[in-house]
């Protein structure tokens, strides 16, 4: 059967083009811009701040066009996203900040690094979109909201760069600040319960490791900035580590806000897709990784479905 992955990662692929063509054309039609004047522009404004474009603007580009396509289209059909009014916790270089804007969401995008805060001021410029920067921290959202009211926060993929205590006080301090019926949302979030960590040190079993070992298991890695930092002093090696990328899963919830059964969960992205495309539900359920979710489902009946898939692409709804 593992002679089959070949096969069904490129039938996966081909499915994943032809699901990019139907984007609902509400959707695409507020696509801003031209993308290579667009880019252009924004590459000029770069460089007039002494940040080199070419370090950033390539990955940022393509993030962009995969979050229109994939990722927009699902957060809309949870939640109408024109006109709803959002914090997107991780803003990082602005690509899922243009694509959340441009549907003419009221945003306020957050991330902790100043230095991606102007990156991505200067690309939400350049595709002309009204954003509101905030440089803070996530555990702080009273503080950084100052009073105003948010219907619905998005951590996009940034949860899995937080320690552990940052993770609780920031889902926590979600779940607080948000209404009855609003919403919370995870975006891109490696699970730690999968076997494979494709996200931080392509190694497998790397999320099983307590924080430590990890960091000295991390010179195996196929990636030399992951390898670096098990030569790095341990506490800033550590840091370095945890900021890269670990795993998060249904536990920090649970400590952070209650017990997963209880949660409401009304939508998840891959459950969405196999719905939607029966060839993709059948080729998951074939799939090592198909047949690996089914045990982590009999494992833990109670736990919602959402949690159990290999990155947390779900929302849900505080009652």
């Not at 002309?128 to 909201?145: K, M």
């Not at 993770?167 to 948000?178: D, E, G, I, P």
């Not at 430590?212 to 010179?219: D, K, N, T």
């Not at 690996?292 to 990155?311: D, H, K, N, T, W």
Request: with cysteine; aromatic share 6%.
């Amino acid at each position: 059967m593992e002679s089959a992955e070949g096969p069904l990662l490129a039938a996966k692929r081909v499915v994943e083009r032809a699901e990019e063509r139907f984007v609902p054309r509400r959707l695409s039609s507020r696509f801003t811009g031209a993308s290579a004047d667009t880019e252009r522009r924004i590459a000029a404004a770069l460089r007039a701040q002494d940040i080199d474009p070419a370090v950033h603007e390539p990955t940022t580009a393509s993030r962009l066009q995969r979050d229109r396509v994939a990722v927009i289209p699902w957060l809309d059909r949870t939640h109408l996203l024109r006109s709803s009014r959002i914090l997107e916790v991780g803003c990082g270089r602005g690509a899922s900040t243009v694509a959340l804007a441009e549907q003419g969401v009221d945003l306020i995008a957050l991330d902790r690094s100043a230095g991606a805060i102007e990156i991505a001021e200067i690309r939400a410029a350049g595709h002309g979109l009204p954003v509101e920067f905030v440089t803070g921290d996530a555990a702080e959202l009273d503080r950084v909201l100052g009073g105003r009211t948010v219907d619905w926060i998005i951590f996009w993929a940034s949860l899995e760069h937080m320690t552990v205590p940052e993770r609780l006080a920031a889902l926590a301090a979600a779940w607080r600040t948000l209404p009855a019926g609003g919403i919370l949302t995870l975006v891109e979030t490696p699970n730690r319960l999968w076997f494979l960590d494709s996200h931080t040190s392509h190694l497998p079993y790397f999320n099983w490791l307590p924080d430590e070992l990890a960091l000295q298991y991390s010179q195996y890695s196929p990636r030399e900035m992951i390898r670096r930092l098990s030569e790095e002093p341990s506490n800033r090696g550590l840091r370095d580590l945890l900021r890269s990328g670990r795993g998060v899963s249904f536990h920090e919830f649970e400590l952070a806000i209650g017990p997963a059964s209880d949660l409401d969960v009304v939508g998840c992205l891959q459950l969405e897709r196999r719905r939607r495309n029966p060839l993709r539900n059948v080729g998951w359920r074939v799939s090592r990784s198909g047949r690996y979710e089914s045990i982590l489902r009999r494992v833990s009946p109670v736990v919602p479905r959402a949690f159990l898939q290999p990155f947390l692409y779900l929302s849900i709804r505080k009652p």
